[in-house]
């Protein structure tokens, strides 16, 4: 059985991102990058929506008026499998080695995971990342939590519609002296610890 690794970055208040903030909340430091670029999961097969993938994919097809790191990311992504569940995108897909499937994500995740296609992780993909959590499919969930608060201008708040979680932690790390690394297998609960689901 092949992983399943679900990976956000997030502001303190559980947003993905905010408006008229740079990318990574303008916090990313030497310790981070580096660890982006070592990162053993960088041959891992990216699952994403159809949101993320034009975001994206237009982020790629824009890459020389970005900023260095931002640019050297878009780049490795290019060169990465990716896998695109849509009913609404129409292939082929311009961005190189990108997939489209077009049917039940969840039971199409589950078929690769089963049939061996290789390790698998998510980008962003908040709608996707929530129901392959409520299907059990995920083994591990990791998030890099950045020190601000976007209540007002935050967008993409990650953890609305999911199901109760318990969370085993397996790894943490600083980066930069104020980034966090926060690595857990998660278990999807019934309820609340101690209390029975009706039947």
Do not use: H
């Not at 303190?12 to 580096?34: I, K, N, R, S």
């Not at 318990?166 to 999807?188: C, H, K, M, N």
């Amino acid at each position: 059985m092949q992983e399943l690794l679900v990976d956000f970055i997030t502001s303190l208040d559980g947003y993905g991102a905010a408006e008229g903030w740079p990318g990574f909340w303008g916090l990313q430091g030497p310790e981070y990058l580096a660890w982006l670029e070592e990162q053993p999961e960088r041959d891992y097969t990216i699952l994403m929506g159809a949101n993320t993938y034009r975001l994206m994919s237009g982020f790629a097809a824009e890459a020389e008026s970005l900023e260095a790191d931002e640019a050297a990311a878009v780049d490795e992504l290019a060169r990465t499998p990716k896998v695109v569940f849509s009913s609404t995108l129409q292939p082929p897909l311009a961005w190189a080695n990108t997939q489209l499937v077009g049917g039940d994500a969840v039971e199409a995740v589950a078929g690769m995971k089963r049939d061996g296609a290789g390790p698998l992780r998510t980008l962003g993909s908040l709608t996707l990342c929530r129901s392959l959590l409520k299907a059990g499919l995920v083994d591990r969930f990791r998030v890099v939590v950045f020190p601000v608060i976007t209540g007002r201008t935050g967008r993409d708040r990650i953890y609305d519609g999911y199901p109760d979680v318990a969370l085993d932690i397996v790894a943490s790390r600083t980066f930069d002296g104020r980034l966090q690394l926060l690595e857990y297998v998660p278990r999807v609960l019934a309820g609340p610890p101690g209390k029975q689901p009706a039947s």
